[in-house]
C-alpha cells in the first residue's frame, strides 16, 4: 500500500508550495516516488533515529526536517553540518567501523573510497528512477543531493553588461578584468576545472590557466564561498568564480548588490547522497534518501536552502535562481569519469596557484 500520496499533501509542504506560488500540480507523480512498503515506515519509526551530514546549515536543515516529519512523524533527525574535513572524518571512522553519521552528502571527492569502505544500494528506492539520468550510476550506491551550477558572482552596480563574459575564455580578453578587478576561489580548482579541463582537454587547460594567471593576474582568494558576495559589495573586487549560483541568489535577496554569470560551458556538479553500511538505522535512512530525492524533498531542500533540484521532474524555471544564465546553454556534468581524473587536474592547477603566489 502507498504511505502517502500526491493528493494528499501535508500542511507543511502546501505551506512551502504556497511560499514559493507553486501550483500543486508540481508534485503530479509524488504517489509513485514515495511508494515504499509499509514495512519500510514501521521498521523506521521503530529504530526511530538517524543521523545526517548534509552541506545546507543547521536553520536550513531544521526547517526542512519539519517536512520530513510533517510526513513521517516519530523519527528524530538528528544532523551535522559537512563540508571538507568533516567528510573525512566520517570516512576514517567507517573504516574502523565506528558510524557516526548514517546519511551523507558530498563525499564526490573521496567517492571510490566511500564505495569500498560501504555504501548501501539505493537505486531500488521507487524515487530513485526520478534522478537525472547524469547522476544515476551502474552500481546504484550513490544518489544525489543537490545540483551545482559553477558560476562567476559580480557586482550588479559596477559591472556593466559588455564586460560580462559569455566564454570562461573571454576573461583572459577582457581588460575590464585586468587590474585586480577579478578574483578567483581557491577551491575553483576542486570545483570548475576538473569537468572543464576533462571535456575541453590538456592543452586547453594548459593555456587558460597559463594565461589567467600569468596575463591577467586575479586576486587569489581563500575565504569560504559564503564571503564572495559580501566582498564584492564592499568592492575588493568587481567578479569572481568560481561560486554556486544559488549562493549567488540568496545573498542577492538578502539585498546585496550582487549577481550571478554563468560563462559557457556551464559546469554542472552534484552532491553525491549515501547511506553508510552498518548503519544501525538502515530503514530510517532508506526513507529518508527515498524522501530526500523525491518531488516533496527537493522542492523542501529548494525552498529553506535554494539548493537546486536533481529530481527530473523539478528541471523548471521555477527552481533555477537564475534560469537565463542556465537555459539554451551548452552544460558540462562532472561525472564519475571526470571524478576519476580530478587529482591530475587539482595538480595542474595547484602549480599555477602556488606560481602566482597562492598557498
Sequence with gaps: PLTATAENLTPEIR????????DPAVMAGLDEELAVPASLVAAAKKEGKLRVQLQMSDV????VAKVFNARYPGIELSYRRGIGPQTQKVLVALRTGD???DVIAAYDSRVEEFRKAGLMKVSDLPAYKDLR???KTPDGTDAADKLNYWCATYSSERVKAANLPKKWDDLLTL???RN????????TGQTLMPTLAVRLGDAWTENFLTKLFGEVKPQLRKETLAATSKLVQVGEFDLVFAVQDYITERDARKGMKVAARCPEPVVATWGKLGILKGT???NAARLYVNWHISKEGQIANYHYARQVPVNVGLER??????????IGKKILYRTDDVLRQQRKVIAMWQKHWEAAGGK
Excluded at 536550513?60 to 526547517?63: D, I, T, V
Excluded at 585586480?180 to 577551491?187: H, K, M, T
Design 317 to 326: 524555471r521555477e527552481f533555477m535562481p537564475y534560469p537565463d544564465e542556465i
Design 60 to 63: 536550513e536543515f531544521a526547517n
Design 180 to 187: 585586480q578587478r577579478l578574483a578567483v576561489a581557491s577551491n
Design 280 to 282: 544501525p538505522s538502515p
Design 15 to 22: 505551506k512551502v508550495l504556497e511560499a514559493e506560488k507553486l
Design 133 to 135: 539520468p547524469e547522476m
Design 99 to 101: 558510524l557516526i553519521i
Design 175 to 177: 581588460p575590464a578584468w
